[in-house]
C-alpha cells in the first residue's frame, strides 16, 4: 500500500498540472489538505530536524534574506539580515532595523528546506499545518551557507508521515452582562504600557474586538476599509515613517519606515517597496478600530484590523520606542481622516 505521503504528492502534482498559478497555500485548502503536508511531499524539499532555535541563530550565515510572515489575510515581507536572534524559554527576539521578530517557538512544529524551481527557503509549520515563517534567499544570499545549514539540520527520517492536528476554533466571547464593564474600562484607563494590554484582555477574560466594543469613550472607534487606505496614503504621501505589525501564530513580524508605492490588485491592496512588501486581503476585513492606549509615554493609538472570527489580520501605529512619545505627525492624518 502507498504511504499517506506518496498519495499527497501524486494529489499535488495532478493539482499543480491543471492550476499551474494557484499558490501552495490556497491548494492545500482546495485539496483538503495543508501546507505542510504540500510542502512534505515536494521531492526536492529536505525535511529539517533538531532544534530550531539553534539553527534560526544560525540563520545570520546566509545573509541578505526576505522574511515572511502571513495570515490567512495579510502577508508581511521584509528584507535584511537575521542579526541579534535571542531567546528567553520559548519566546524568541530578532531585533534590528530590518528584521524585527517576536518568536513564540511552540508554534514551530515542523521545518523543511524548500526548493521551488531553483527558489531556495527555509520554511516552518505549526502543528496544524499551516505556515508559522519562511525565510527566501534572494540575489545577495549566501548559497553556500544556506545549504550547509539545511544538510547540518536535516532530519535522520526523509520520509515523515506528518501528523496534523486540527487547529482549535476561535474562542468564543462571553457574553456582555457576564463583564465587569466599569473595572475594565477603568483597568483601559490606567494602562501604563501598549504591552499590558493582552494581560488586560485575559483578566477580564475578552477576546480583542468584544474589548474594542466596549472599551471607555473616545479609546476605540470603528473605521471602515476605505479610512484604513486613506490613512496608509496619507502616510505614503507624507513620507510618514509608521510600524506594520502581521502575525502568524508562531510569529509577530514588524516593518518600521516609510511606505512608499501602494497598489491595488483585484482584492488585495498591496505596499510594493523594495525593502518591504505588504499584501493585504480587502474582503477578509470585517472590522477596523482606530484604538487609543494610555501609556507613561502618552496616548499611543492604532489602527488594528480584525477578520470574521476576530483574529488579528494587521496592525499599524506611528513609528515609536518605548519611552519616547507619539509621533505627531501620525496622529495629525489620524486626526485629518477619521475627523474630517
Not at 521545518?111 to 527566501?136: C, P, T
Amino acid at each position: 500500500m502507498e504511504n499517506t505521503t506518496t498519495l499527497i504528492k501524486e494529489q499535488w502534482d495532478a493539482f499543480k498540472e491543471q492550476n499551474p498559478k494557484v499558490r501552495i497555500r490556497d491548494a492545500a485548502k482546495q485539496l483538503g489538505l495543508t501546507e505542510a503536508d504540500l510542502v512534505n511531499a515536494g521531492e526536492h524539499n529536505t525535511v529539517l530536524g533538531g532544534d530550531f532555535k539553534e539553527l534560526l541563530k544560525e540563520t545570520n550565515t546566509l545573509g541578505y534574506v526576505m522574511a515572511l510572515t502571513r495570515n490567512d489575510y495579510c502577508v508581511h515581507e521584509r528584507k535584511g539580515i537575521y542579526k541579534k536572534v535571542g531567546f528567553n524559554g520559548p519566546v524568541g527576539l530578532v531585533v534590528t532595523p530590518d528584521i524585527d521578530l517576536r518568536i513564540f517557538m511552540s508554534h514551530w512544529h515542523f521545518g523543511f528546506g524548500v526548493n521551488e524551481n531553483e527558489r531556495l527557503s527555509l520554511q516552518f509549520f505549526d502543528a496544524d499545518g499551516s505556515a508559522v515563517h519562511k525565510i527566501y534567499l534572494t540575489e545577495q544570499s549566501d548559497v553556500a551557507a544556506y545549504h550547509a545549514l539545511v544538510a547540518k539540520y536535516k532530519a535522520v527520517d526523509q520520509d515523515q508521515q506528518l501528523t496534523i492536528k486540527p487547529a482549535l476554533g476561535p474562542v468564543p466571547e462571553i457574553a456582555d452582562d457576564e463583564v465587569d464593564v466599569q473595572a475594565f474600562k477603568d483597568a483601559w484607563l490606567a494602562l501604563q504600557d501598549t504591552h499590558d494590554f493582552h494581560g488586560l484582555l485575559k483578566q477580564h477574560k475578552l477576546t480583542r474586538t468584544q474589548a474594542l466594543r466596549l472599551a471607555p469613550e473616545g479609546h476605540a472607534q470603528q473605521i471602515n476599509v476605505d479610512t484604513l487606505k486613506a490613512i496608509l496614503t496619507k502616510a505614503s504621501e507624507t513620507g510618514l515613517e509608521i510600524m506594520v505589525f502581521v502575525g502568524s501564530a508562531g510569529v509577530i513580524q514588524i516593518h518600521t519606515g516609510q511606505i512608499n508605492k501602494l497598489v491595488q490588485t483585484g482584492p488585495w491592496f498591496n505596499v510594493l517597496d523594495p525593502e518591504f512588501n505588504m499584501h493585504l486581503r480587502e474582503d477578509g476585513i470585517a472590522t477596523a478600530w482606530l484604538v487609543k492606549k494610555p501609556t507613561t509615554d502618552g496616548a499611543v493609538h492604532s489602527v488594528e484590523v480584525f477578520d470574521a472570527d476576530g483574529n488579528t489580520i494587521v496592525q499599524f501605529f506611528g513609528k515609536r520606542k518605548p519611552g519616547i512619545p507619539e509621533s505627531e505627525d501620525w496622529r495629525k492624518v489620524l486626526n485629518e481622516i477619521v475627523v474630517a
